[in-house]
């Protein structure tokens, strides 16, 4: 059984700086992609970041891109995003998630738009603001 469990978000000031971090287990966690989507209130869910099965192939959405760090520990199962430089529309229930299928190109893992799945975690809050 997947099981994906966030942790590290909270309350931080503009320009402020969090690092979020999701322990996988129930699966290969090296054969998948892993990413991040974020669900802001009122709003869709949107891919935020995502990284290759083996850690070395990374994509970003244009918001994040410079700011946020997406990398993988595939010995410890844990997927990470490391969120610089902050903005208020940055606040979000942040999800670690997985891909349903392994070893796909990361075009086709962002290819469609975020499904929540029973087996994602509870989401970890980030919330930005003075």
């Known amino acids: 059984e997947v099981h994906l469990v966030e942790s590290g978000g909270g309350l931080v000031q503009p320009g402020g700086s969090l690092k979020l971090s999701c322990r996988a287990s129930?699966?290969?966690?090296?054969?998948?992609?892993m990413g991040w989507v974020r669900q802001a209130p009122g709003k869709e869910l949107e891919w935020v970041s995502v990284?290759?099965?083996?850690?070395?192939?990374?994509w970003y959405t244009d918001s994040v891109k410079g700011r946020f760090t997406i990398s993988r520990d595939n010995a410890k199962n844990t997927l990470y995003l490391q969120l610089n430089s902050l903005k208020t529309e940055d606040t979000a229930m942040y999800y670690c998630?997985?891909?349903?299928?392994?070893?796909?190109?990361?075009?086709?893992?962002?290819?469609?738009?975020?499904?929540?799945?029973?087996?994602w975690g509870q989401g970890t809050q980030v919330t930005v603001s003075s």
């Open positions: 129930g699966f290969i966690f090296s054969t998948y992609a």
């Open positions: 990284v290759s099965n083996g850690g070395s192939t990374t």
């Open positions: 998630v997985k891909d349903p299928l392994p070893y796909r190109a990361l075009s086709a893992v962002v290819a469609a738009a975020p499904v929540k799945e029973d087996y």
